[in-house]
Each structure stands twice: as C-alpha cells, then as structure tokens.
C-alpha cells in the first residue's frame, strides 16, 4: 500500500503537479549575472559558506577566460576550459561576515553581496522537513520573534531530471525576519536556532526536500545499480506501467474519467439520496479496490450503501464507524455531511445528528480519495457498523460502487518515487559545495507495510555513505548526518501489533547509528494520531540540536533517552538495563510511576509461541522488570513496539526512551 506520499504533500497544500516531460523543459530561466559569466544559483546575495573550510567557486566563462575570484581580501585564479567551465578555489575563512565576494573574467563581473561564513546544514526528506514555520505550532508568534539574520536559508526548488545536473532549477537565500521565516522548514529552523544559541557562528539551511518522496529518488542511479539507462529507464519502465493500467482499467469501466461528475462546484450529487444507483458496480466493503479487480487505479471512488431505521431510533442519532479507509474521506448520510478524515490508518467514528435521519431508508455515501497503492475501506468486518441506540448493526457487505476520477499520467506524487530523478536535480548540483552535515527527516512514504520497512535499513546506509563519498568528491569526510525517527501516528492497537511497519522502520533508521558520526531525534511522544504532519517541530529542533551538539560539535550535552542496553531473563520475568539512564527512570502518565508504565500497555511480553501481550512493568532506577500472568516462561519484551506506540518511559531531562525489541522475529 503506498499512500503516504500523496498524503503528505496534498494534507500541506505542497502537491506539486510536474507533467511527463524531459528534464531540458524543466530549465529555470538563465542566471541574471552577465551572460558571458555565470555562478551556479547557489551563489546568489546572503548566501552562507561552510567555516573551516576551502571555499570552491565554479561556473561557466568564455573559452579560455581567465577568471578572478576575490573574498574577504584574498583572491584564487583560474582559467575556463574549452566549454567554459572553470573551478577555483579560495582558502578556508573564519566564521564572520559579512563579505563580498566578486568573480571576474575580462570585462564580465558578478558580485554576491552579504556572504557570511559559518555552518551550512542540508536539511533534506518529505513533508515533515518540508513543513514550514508558517504551518507549525504557534507560528504567528515564531514568525514575528524571529530576528536573526545570522541564520539563512536556501530553499531548492522542487524539480527532477533524468540524468545528473550541474545547476539547481531555482532557489533564493533568505534571513530568518518575520518576513521571511514562515516559508523556512520548521525543523530546520528551530534546529538552526537552537545551535545559534550555542555555537554563535552564522548558520546556513539549504532546505532540498520534497513532500511525499520516497528514499529511491534520493539515492543516486549508480547507488542503486540501475544501469547504463539509469533514471531514464526507471522514468520510462513507470510511465509504462501507468499507459498499461489506464488501458486495462479503460477497458474495464468503458472510459477513464479524469474529473469527478460527483462533486460539482462544491456539490456532492452522488451523495444525493434520491440519486438512482442501480447502474453502479458492486463492491465488497470493507476491502481494498485493487484486490477486486481494479488493481493499479488512483484517484476518486464513490460507495453508497442503505441502512433502515424506526421512528425511535432515527430521533436518538446514531455513530457511524467505517473503519481506518485509504487515503482520504468525505462521508454523508442522506445527503448530509457527517465527517471527512484525512490519513490511510486512521479510524473513522462520525456522530449522525438526529436531523440527518429518517424513518425507513437511510443513504450512507461515502466518497474516497486515493493518491497511491491501496485504496478504499479495508479494517476488518466488524469494524463497518452503525451503532444505534447502543446496538451495533453490521453494515459491511455489497455496497455500490463508481469510480469518479483515475489520477492522471506522471504527476508529482508519482515521480518523488522514480529512482535518483530528485538527486540528480536536487542533490547532485550541490555536491561541490562544503557542509558541516546532513538533517534527514523521511520514511513515511518507506513504511506502507513490513517489507518496505525492512528494506529501509539497507536503503538508508545507503544514502548516508553514497552521499559522503559523493560530497566534494569524499574530502568532506564522514560528516555528521542527523535524523528525525519516525513519530507516533496512527490509531492505537487495541491489542500487541503483529506487523507495525512504522515500528519495523524506525527500527532500521536506528540501524545506521553503526555508521561514525550520525545520531537521531526520537520523537515517538510528539506525533499526533490523526495528523501525518505533527505540528510541534519546536522539540523535534530541539532534540535534533541536542544531537548535533554533541556529534557534530562535541558539546557534552544529554541528547538521548534511556536506550536499551542489555536483558536477563529471570524466572518468569525480564529485568532490562537502560543506558543514558544515570538519574533514573521516569513514567509519564500517572502520578505513580509503575502505574503509568502498566496503564500504557508500552511493554509486551512473549514467550516462545512469539505470541505478545501487554505486560506488567516495575521501575528500578535505571532498570525496568517486566512480567505477565499469560507468560509463564518469557522469552522476549517489546518497547514502544507500534505505529503510534504510547512514549511512557523518560530520562531526568524529559527525553524518551527509544522504542526496542529483544527478539529478531
């Protein structure tokens, strides 16, 4: 199922519609430096380079120019080879600023005023990197406190290509004022203030992230293995299977529809009651369109099924529960609007007024969005009913069925998932230029299921080494490369999880922690439920500053929770050891600690049937111990182990632990 894309983007107002085309149509319009000299887009007025490092300056001369570059009352000279291209290189400046620096080749000159000199971070994944100060909480009073123009952003465009390039498509630096700062990302920026706190150094953000992609398209072609085609053939092989699956489902419905005739103008005409349905198609509810017969297909279902009721009931109201439906809702009974949600897994429980109900013949019309994979209904049986004075009535079943709009061709929400098309646009132009390191805050559109979750942890070692070798051609070493762990989101399990894939994902981002110089924000206590795009990136910059304080500056500082250290099985408990743990365990949630722990159902417990279930929980210092009366010989303890796990167990400082498993099920 892979919906989490389309999720992201659209639920942001980010969804960018690219059509299928070459990347040459993509060309920004040409630098507005002097014709016959030009710098990469990059260099542009308040731009911010890398402190302590030499600082390269590249661009495109006359044949054979002699080009000059002057900065801070030092100069490099170079000549342009054959096609016009040259490359200098400037010695390594303190942090300071501002400066000028001026290129010249002949009569030709370009100046970039207000350079400063500091740290340059990429911060770079989907939304929730992309999501701006301007969405995040308590913008208006972030956005009109923000007075340093010592921290800077450069935003890169959202733009592909099929093969390597050597400029960026667009893009502008910017200073964190009120008047620009609500278009910075929100992780970035309250990371970037925080290190301002203590470092004192300017910062530059170039934000190159896109909301909705997935870890290929950041991954180089050669990375990935993909061939002498590279991404074109991975462009190609997509496209194709889209032409095939329009064909079929052409075939199919007699026609594909590209915009919905059930919601015109704001009106929702097939949630009319009066409406004659008895041409529409059959459907099973609750299960995914693509396991009956429309496999492939993206874009706008419409149900409609009929429930009756007496007088009496009909004057209580009653609770309508469809279950968690992929990607997205609108639902109405008898013409109605009764609720609409947004997010593949989350369940939906919408009260029905009195005045929305008749006696006899009820029309329930529920109308699906669906930008990717799965879509429509898909929770168990018993969890599509509507409940009535205290009743249940079972509603699954056949209901009818038509399909409103099948997305169309090669949007942006389908490219951001092509193999190394966004790194060749976004990343690979910015490869000669010296950073102090990486922010990562991606994984959503990774996690539609186990699989795909599982193969994450090889897929972000991946990314984190090809870009270090990549990088200024390896001189930039193993830089610090810092991420955000997925947060909590999702309905919350009723009982253990089998499968969480969210879990399994934050599970194979830890995984990289093997790799020197890397550290990650845990974030599994400031998620929301029922929103993709938490809106709290204040403690997300934080704790990423906390991180990069002690990675990337050697600050001796507590930027970790209590994290798994060891497990002894003792009887029929588990005593497990926390490191970072020195000040003791604490349990958020009730005043009682081993109450909280308990009420939570964040342990689980196996024996070695691997059967989980909630466990009790004593705290000890930096020790919990963990037992239950169904497991008489346990085996394995699971923490935080789901998709929107309960964050009970913290440090002195207000961290939270990591989520672990002590088994490899």
Known sequence: MLRIGRLCAVSLGLWVALPSMPASAQEAPAHPATAALRLPRLFQDGMVVQRGAAIPVWGWAPPRAEVVARFGGRSARAIADSSGRFRLTLPAASAGGPFMLSVTAGRARVDVRDVLVGDVWVASGQSNMEMTVAASANARAEIAAARDSMIRQFKVPVSWSEHPEQDLAGGSWAPADPKHVGEFSAVAYYFARDVRKAQRVPLGIINSSWGGSAIETWLSAETQALGAGGAADALARMRAGLDSTRRALATKLGGVPERDPGLVDGRARWADPALDDA??????????????????????????????????????????????????DVTWVNGVEVGRTRGYNVERRYAVPASALRAGA????????DGGGGGGPYAPTDSVYLLVNGARRALAGQWRFRVGEVAAGMDGQRLNKVPAITYNRMVHPLLPVPIKGVLWYQGESNANDVEQARAYRAQFRQLVTSWRRAWTGGRSGDFPFL??????????????????????????????????????????????????????????GRRLALVARRVAYGERVDDAGPTYRS???????????????????VARGSADARDAANAAGAFTIAGADRRFVRANVRIERDRVIVWSGQVRRPAAVRYAWANNPFAVLFDAHGLPAAPFRTDAW
């Open 279 to 328: 041409s529409w198609r059959t459907i099973k509810v609750p299960a995914l369109w693509e396991t009956q017969g429309y496999a492939g297909m993206d874009g706008v279902v419409w149900y409609r099924t009929s429930f009756t009721l007496d007088a009496s009931d009909a004057a209580r109201g009653a609770t309508l529960a469809l279950g968690p439906i992929d990607d997205d």
């Open 362 to 369: 009820n029309v329930l019309a529920v109308r699906v969005s």
């Open 483 to 540: 991420w955000v762990q997925l947060p909590n989101f999702g309905a919350a399990d009723p009982a253990p999880a089998e499968r969480p894939a969210w879990a399994v994902h934050r599970e194979s981002m830890t995984g990289a922690l093997a790799l020197p110089h890397t550290g990650q924000a845990i974030a599994i206590d400031v998620g929301e439920a029922e929103d993709i795009h938490p809106k709290n990136k204040q403690e997300v």
């Open 567 to 585: 497990h002894e099985v003792k009887g029929d408990s588990i005593i497990v050891r926390f490191a970072h743990a020195e000040e003791g365990l």
